[in-house]
């Protein structure tokens, strides 16, 4: 099993990233996926999360109206797009793939600062 991000790096506030997230090594359709993030001192906590057939989304209140979560399970990947960042969106995001309760798979994070 393998997840791997990209697209992370410094950005101005207000400004936008798209992180990627590129899975293999398990049958990606049949789990749903999740983005992670942990700010220095912090704990991780979930920003947005779709299921396995990418008709349902959640969002951590934090991110609603700015973040968008997609996947593409033709191609094995995951998104989240991000949008009107602020400096307390800096952290390190990861990505994450889930089935069941007990099933979970880890990225090993991408870094996103905000700062101007």
């Known amino acids: 099993v393998q997840l791997v991000e990209s697209g992370g790096g410094l950005v101005q506030p207000g400004g936008s990233l798209r992180l990627s997230c590129a899975a293999s090594?398990?049958?990606?359709?049949?789990?749903?996926m999740s983005w992670y993030r942990q700010a220095p001192g912090k704990e991780r906590e979930l920003v947005a999360g779709i299921s396995s057939d990418g008709g349902s989304t959640n969002y951590a209140d934090s991110v609603k109206g700015r973040f968008t979560i997609s996947r593409d399970n033709a191609k094995n990947t995951a998104a989240l797009q991000m949008n009107s960042l602020k400096p307390e969106d800096t952290a390190v995001y990861y990505c994450s793939a889930w089935r069941g309760i007990i099933e979970r798979y880890w990225g090993q994070g991408t870094q996103v600062t905000v700062s101007s």
């Open positions: 090594g398990f049958a990606f359709s049949n789990y749903g």
